[in-house]
């Protein structure tokens, strides 16, 4: 008997041993920048009564008010869940409290992760610029250039060329970014055999996906394709974020649009998963905009009829799904800081 005890601790000590050194979790943010639950309903239904979000396994609430307002922005939403920390409407990366944490990103770097952000706005507007750099006004786009080219993000996708070459100090970034393979079409990131890859989709704000874009599910597979290729776990977010400029503009179908294009590269993502099952994916917004509902509607064409409120943001509280490895610590309902420290502790496991 004491011997029957003796071996189930000793293997079960080495079961649990071995179960400690399972592989890092790849860990993916998705920001739908305005995507509120309106904005899912409305898309979910102009698209056939469906999206990726139904794959989702935990769903929670997440509080988005700034330190100085309960309606925020974007920078200020943005430092939240990269950073962890509260700050005023408009600032990037640093905490009302005057301190400059790490982000997410950098902390995984760190911890020896690769790391990539995509965005269909330029990669220095306020919520890529979240991951990486710290300036009072998210309006500093030539600051954010700057702390972009010395970054620890190890491949980019996103638009906003002007700011890095095309700037006041007359510097080049471009040629002083010699760590990266910039290059000019996604089939040359394809190609590419760097270690850190950047593509610049246009040289101001990328075009609206209406109007031809590239689709963000192609820009999200070749990134995927290169952490692969790099057999590291990886942090990579994602931003959907144009669906808040149509927002801005009370365009359904702007908003439509961009969900659709934006759900697209969601199901992108939870396809990889299938094959890379320590992966978690997180997908969120970084607050309403537009104060859209759906008042009424076309139950045999399951069609809705939205209005908007405003043409500015709102304070309802934003939806957070997650799937994979931990998902479950994303439900509850709890301030849009909570959203770094789950994926730190999910880093730190
Ligand atoms: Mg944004
Ligand atoms: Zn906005």
Redesign the pocket.
């Known amino acids: 008997m004491r011997l029957y005890l003796f071996s189930i601790i000793v293997f079960g000590g080495l079961f649990f041993s071995k179960a400690q050194e399972k592989a890092p979790t790849n860990i993916i943010l998705m920001i739908g920048?305005g995507m509120g639950l309106t904005q899912i309903t409305a898309g979910m239904y102009f698209n056939g009564n469906k999206t990726a979000l139904e794959d989702f396994t935990s769903i929670g609430l997440s509080k988005t008010h700034s330190s100085n307002s309960l309606v925020t922005d974007?920078a200020a939403s943005g430092t939240a869940m990269a950073a962890g920390v509260k700050t005023l409407n408009g600032v990037v990366g640093i905490s009302y409290k005057n301190k400059t944490p790490k982000s997410i990103l950098e902390i995984s770097k760190e911890k020896g992760y690769q790391t990539a952000l995509i965005a269909t706005?330029s990669i220095v507007?306020?919520?890529p610029a979240s991951f990486y750099a710290d300036v009072v006004s998210r309006k500093e786009y030539e600051n954010i250039a700057l702390q972009m080219s010395t970054s620890v993000v190890d491949y980019f996708i996103g638009g906003g060329k002007k700011h890095f070459n095309d700037r006041e100090d007359k510097r080049n970034l471009i040629n002083e970014m010699s760590a990266y393979d910039i290059v000019s079409s996604l089939s040359k990131f394809d190609n590419s055999t760097a270690s850190k890859i950047g593509h610049f989709t246009n040289r101001d704000e990328p075009n609206k996906i209406m109007d031809g874009r590239l689709p963000l599910k192609d820009a999200v597979q070749s990134v995927l394709n290169k952490l692969d290729r790099d057999q590291k776990p990886f942090f990579m977010m994602v931003?959907g974020?144009q669906i808040?400029w149509g927002g801005h503009a009370n365009e359904i179908e702007y908003v439509i649009s961009e969900f659709n294009d934006f759900d697209a590269a969601i199901q992108t993502v939870l396809d990889y998963t299938i094959e890379h099952p320590n992966t978690l994916v997180i997908v969120t917004a970084?607050h309403e905009t537009g104060g859209l509902t759906i008042p009424k509607g076309n139950i045999k064409k399951m069609r809705p009829s939205v209005e908007f409120s405003t043409v500015g943001h709102t304070a309802s509280m934003v939806p957070v799904f997650a799937k994979g490895p931990s998902a479950s610590t994303f439900s509850g309902i709890y301030d849009n800081t909570l959203i770094f420290t789950k994926m730190l502790n999910v880093i730190n496991e």
């Open positions: 920048d974007s706005s507007h306020a919520t931003e974020s808040d970084d």
